[in-house]
Structures are given as C-alpha cells and as structure tokens.
C-alpha cells in the first residue's frame, strides 16, 4: 500500500505570487519564477520546497536546508544556506500559514467525510428545518425542527443540531458533533465532538440533597470562531453563554454556562472556566489553566498554563501560579524558594 496523502496540493505557486500574497522583500537578482510544490519544516527542506525560521531555537537550521525559500525575518539573513531565496517579513510564521491555505485549502475547515455534496439519503433533516442551497449533511446526521443552516456548510457524519437551532453560512459541524440551544454565526468551525449547548451544572445544594435549576439560556457564537475537538461550550443558565467573534478554542476545553468570552481570545487545551466568568478581547489563557466563578479577566491579560485564577485579573496583566498572581511576584516566589531550599542542603 503506497503512502496516504490526506490534503491534496491544489496549486504550485511561483515566488512572485508569494511575494505579492505576503509582501516579503527578496535579495536582487532572485529568480522568483521558481515553482514551490511542498511545504516543509526546516530541517527536512529540499528543493521545491518552502520553509519557515520564526523560532531562534531554530535558526541553525537555516545554514544546512535544501528549501527552495525561506520566509524568515531580516536578523537570519547572515545565517542562510547558499542558493536558499529568503523571503524577508516580519511575521514568517503568519506569512507561510497564509501561503499554506492557497496551496492547501481543503485543509482550512473540516471537510466531509464522503467528499459529498447535498443531503445525505443516510441523514434525517426534519421536515420544518430551512437549509439554504449548498449545504452538506453527511450519514447519520439528525437535523431536528425549524433549525436553520446558513449556504455552504456542512454537518458532519452522526451530527446533531437541535430544534430552532440557527447555524450560519460557511460552518462546519464536525462529525459526532451536538449543537444545541445555540445560534451561531458565519465561518464557525466545530470539530469532531464538540457539545455546543447542553446543560450548565446548576444546583441549588442543600442538606436534603441538590435541586436542579433549569438552564433557561443560550450559547451565543459569534463569527469566525473555531473550537477544538471534544470541547464543551454550556448554555447559559439566566443569561446567554457567549463566545466573541475570532476567538479560538483548542480542544477538551470547558466553558460553563453564562460565561462570556471576548472577542480574538485564545484558549489553549484543558482549560476550564467556571460559570458567569466575563473574558475580555485578546484574553490569552494557557493549557490546564482553571478559572473560578464570576471573575473579570480584563482585555489583553494573559494567563500562563496551570494556573489556577480565583480573582480578578486587569486588562493587560500577566499572570501565573496557583493560586494565581502577577507573573513577575509568581517567578519571583519560585526563585526565593528555590534559593531557600538550596541554603537548607
């Protein structure tokens, strides 16, 4: 059997059209009607191929590759390999993602399972369900009542989009996928197992045991918002869940019900947010971090992985450690009990 090649190629761009896709600057004389057929990582460049230094650590590695270009920053030039066209730009790792989705844009949203088109004989769309023209609804997806779906998306194989649920043009809901009690925007981008829309953990607790409070909300997702696999967004409880447009979630991530998470956030892996938290725009949160109930994370703070947050952290601020606190006091009680620890030896 012949190795699998998952994402077709579908074209060979030329140097001039990288250089006009991402404005890089090259050296006089290059000839920039060489034809790029792969991509690659540094190390394993060869001709033909285009590669990218962002990383210092890395930076050896452009005196030895066999790439056809590099796209790199100006500091490498001195470093790069005879014959090797560098492509000069301050952001290489934005510009070579850009040339990455011309080159391979089947690998920009998740595709359908079959390469299918239309609705699936093996699916079940409910009578009074509205689907624009250009949807795809792969086998065994269930598509309940008065849902609508927006033209060009897809619901993937076993999917579920509940009743009066509004999903938007160009989404994608991955396969074994469930999407409930939500509206959502255009360009979202659910993968495999994400829940979109179930119960938030409400309790009213008590010594004669724990009374459950319905979960009356939404989720809300705005556009252009991707959540990684087996990540589970809760409905709100009195009050919507809301996701802000371009945020990027990464799989096995938890959001609880009525949180509101900004606009362009990033989460990274097994984070967890506890209900009715409020995230600002541009919030950076580390994998493993853990957020307690009805905090305030300002625009822009970043929070390091691992950390546990039980208060409120200021637009702009960095913080780290469990529990969590400025990063700067965090690393300096690291280093302080590191040198005690040393004096007791």
């Known amino acids: 059997m012949t190795e699998p090649v998952f994402f077709r190629r579908e074209m060979a761009p030329t140097l001039r059209d990288i250089v006009e896709w991402t404005g890089a600057t090259v050296p006089d004389g290059a000839d920039l009607s060489q034809k790029i057929s792969e991509l690659s990582p540094l190390d394993q460049g060869r001709p033909g191929a285009l590669v990218f230094l962002d990383n210092p650590k890395y930076s050896d590695q452009v005196a030895t590759t066999r790439a056809t270009a590099c796209l790199m920053s100006a500091r ?29 844009p089947a690998a920009m949203r998740p595709q359908s399972v079959l390469g299918a088109t239309g609705v699936s004989p093996g699916s079940f769309v409910h009578p009074e369900a509205k689907l624009e023209a250009g949807v795809i609804v792969d086998p065994g997806a269930v598509i309940g009542p008065r849902a609508q779906i927006g033209a060009g998306s897809l619901i993937g194989a076993n999917a579920v989009v509940g009743a009066d649920v509004c999903i938007g043009r160009e989404c994608t809901v991955g396969p074994n996928a469930t999407v409930l009690h939500a509206l959502v925007g255009d ?49 709100g409880a009195n009050r919507d869940t809301l996701i802000g447009e371009g945020t990027k979630i990464d799989n096995l991530v938890q959001i609880a019900h009525n949180v509101s998470v900004g606009r362009h956030c990033v989460i990274v892996s097994h984070v967890g947010v506890s209900g009715s938290t409020e995230i600002g725009d541009f919030v950076a949160i580390g994998g493993q971090a853990g957020l307690a109930g009805h905090l305030k994370i300002g625009a822009g703070a970043q929070i390091a992985a691992q950390a546990g947050v039980m208060n409120d952290i200021p637009a702009g601020e960095r913080w780290g450690g469990s529990p969590a606190k400025p990063l700067r006091e965090f690393m300096r009680d690291v280093a302080t009990l590191a040198r005690l620890s040393k004096a007791k030896q």
């Open 187 to 235: 360009r979202v981008y659910l993968h495999p197992g994400v829940r979109i829309g179930q119960d938030g953990f409400g309790f009213a607790m008590g010594p004669g045991g724990h009374l459950k409070v319905p979960q009356l909300g939404r989720v809300i997702i705005q556009n252009d918002v991707e959540i990684g696999a087996n990540t589970t967004v809760d409905r």
């Open 76 to 104: 490498y030039l001195a470093k790069a390999a005879p014959g090797l066209v560098t492509l000069v730009t301050p952001e290489p790792y934005r510009a070579f993602a850009l040339v990455s989705g011309r080159m391979f």
